[in-house]
């Protein structure tokens, strides 16, 4: 199993940025592809970004080019680097937890076992 804590989340004006933190701990943290979700009101939970622990990255096409993710293992941290953000990104920001490491899987919820608290980040007009 892996704990998940999120942070960074808040509101921030379109066009802004924030920067959001997930810290991964457990015995296979190290071992598991971590990905961001988000879920708006009356939505359902989409994927955003994951970074696999064979070291790839992959995006939501809504936020190719203006969100990043980025991984420091040395200190079992995943970040979310979102900018020029949108009224549309607007959401709760879940970091979760998969042994899983490529294809379709990857951007489903069903392949997460683990899941943090997740995190709101409002973004005004």
């Known amino acids: 199993q892996v704990q998940l804590a999120e942070s960074g989340g808040g509101l921030v004006q379109a066009g802004g940025s924030l920067r959001l933190s997930c810290a991964a701990s457990g015995r296979t943290a190290s071992r598991n592809t971590i990905a961001w979700f988000r879920q708006a009101p009356a939505r359902a939970r989409e994927f955003v970004a994951a970074h696999s622990w064979t070291d790839n990255s992959y995006y939501a096409d809504s936020v190719k080019g203006r969100f990043t993710i980025s991984r420091d293992n040395a200190k079992n941290l995943v970040y979310l680097q979102m900018d020029s953000l949108k009224v549309e990104d607007t959401a709760v920001y879940y970091c979760?937890?998969?042994?899983?490491?490529?294809?379709?899987?990857?951007?489903?919820?069903?392949?997460?076992?683990?899941w943090g608290q997740g995190t709101q980040v409002t973004v005004s007009s």
């Open positions: 979760a937890a998969s042994t899983v490491a490529y294809g379709l899987a990857l951007r489903s919820p069903r392949s997460y076992a683990d």
